[in-house]
């Protein structure tokens, strides 16, 4: 299977397999699940930026007509961002879409799978899926968490979306052995807002504990990844306080309206982004952004351990 690589990313490729420079990995379904057009591709390319102004190389990665592709160029990024309809996937439909030579858009799960299998060791996120509320009866545990146990990857995103269950998603990341480090503050930030009531299990303000910790767990073999927790700045930040009732709103509109599986949360993410008029969107883009620089500074600095 051909892997396919945008001008930008195959130049830092080296014969060995490697890269000559850092790389952060970004994922597709924040550009076509979780966004409206035009923001979703004005982001996307915003984040991108972002990301080589801090002095590393973006990879978006997506399947388009059946072709896994790690670096988007513009226009490719442009049709994805304006496709109507593109699939959502994730571990268990990744190769099934390669098959059908189909274009799917890959979450945290099927990015962080790729990064993997291209050498892509940091990736920056908005937000990971974790257990939903009401798991309990409806199972609905998404397949980031898993991935997290078993893939190394570091993944920085704002903490698991506050539609979840959050103190249920720490439970299971703690059961599989997922180091969950919260970046400079001491509880885990809940997506739109800062902070939660949920205590963070491990914190930092220092990268290179980053790192650190990243080639820890190489030498012990410990194979999974790492969830860096990292705070949307607190100007962004929409208080609990003011989000948790419209949360409940779309929760409540989700359940009557019988939204289950891969649609629950692109349906809450739409439904908060009218309820909050607007604001849940800005935030977001916010909290990517700021993602997006801890990531390349994270990679810089395992780069030059490298
Ligand atoms: N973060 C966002 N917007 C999103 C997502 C995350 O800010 O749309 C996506 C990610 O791709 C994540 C997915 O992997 O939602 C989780 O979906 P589910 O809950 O169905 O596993
Ligand atoms: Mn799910």
Redesign the pocket.
């Known amino acids: 299977m051909e892997i396919f690589y945008n001008s930008e990313v195959d130049e830092a490729r080296t014969k060995t397999g490697g890269y000559n420079q850092p790389i952060v990995a970004l ?1 597709s ?2 550009i076509t ?3 409206p057009y035009p923001q979703n591709v004005q982001v996307a390319r915003e984040v991108e930026e972002i990301v080589r102004q801090n002095g590393a190389i973006p990879a978006t990665i997506a399947v388009l007509d059946g072709s896994i592709h790690v670096g988007l160029e513009d226009l490719e990024l442009e049709k994805l961002a304006q496709t109507k309809d593109v699939a ?1 996937i ?1 571990r268990a439909d990744i190769a099934f879409t390669v098959a059908q030579g189909l274009t799917g ?5 099927a ?1 962080m799978i790729v990064a993997k299998s291209v050498g892509i060791q940091v990736f920056a ?6 257990v ?1 509320r009401g798991a309990e009866l409806n199972f ?1 545990i ?3 968490l898993r991935e997290l146990a078993i893939t190394e990857v570091t993944v920085v ?1 704002a903490g698991p ?1 506050a539609i ?1 269950d959050i103190p249920k998603t720490m439970e299971v990341l703690e059961t599989y052995g997922v180091p969950v480090i919260v970046y400079g503050q001491d509880s885990i930030p809940a ?1 739109w807002s800062s902070t939660s009531e949920t205590p963070a299990p491990l914190t930092t303000n220092d990268v290179s504990e980053i790192v650190k910790s990243m080639l820890a767990r190489k030498a012990l073999g410990l194979g999974g990844g790492q969830l860096i927790a990292n705070p949307v700045p607190l100007a962004d930040q929409i208080p609990a306080a003011i989000i948790s009732p419209m949360i409940e709103q779309a929760l409540v509109e989700a359940t009557k309206q019988s939204i289950n ?2 649609a ?3 349906f809450l ?1 739409k439904r908060i982004f009218e309820l909050t008029e607007g604001k849940s969107l800005t935030t ?1 883009i916010a ?2 952004k700021n993602n997006a620089r801890l990531a390349t500074e994270i990679s810089r600095a395992f780069f030059i351990h490298n």
Not at 105 to 109: G, I, L, N, S
């Open positions: 994922e379904t924040i699940h979780g966004m959502k994730s858009a890959t979450t945290v799960a990015t996120t908005g937000g990971i899926g974790g939903h609905d998404s397949a980031d995103a979306k979840l997506f599986g891969k629950v949360t692109p993410l977001n909290l990517v």
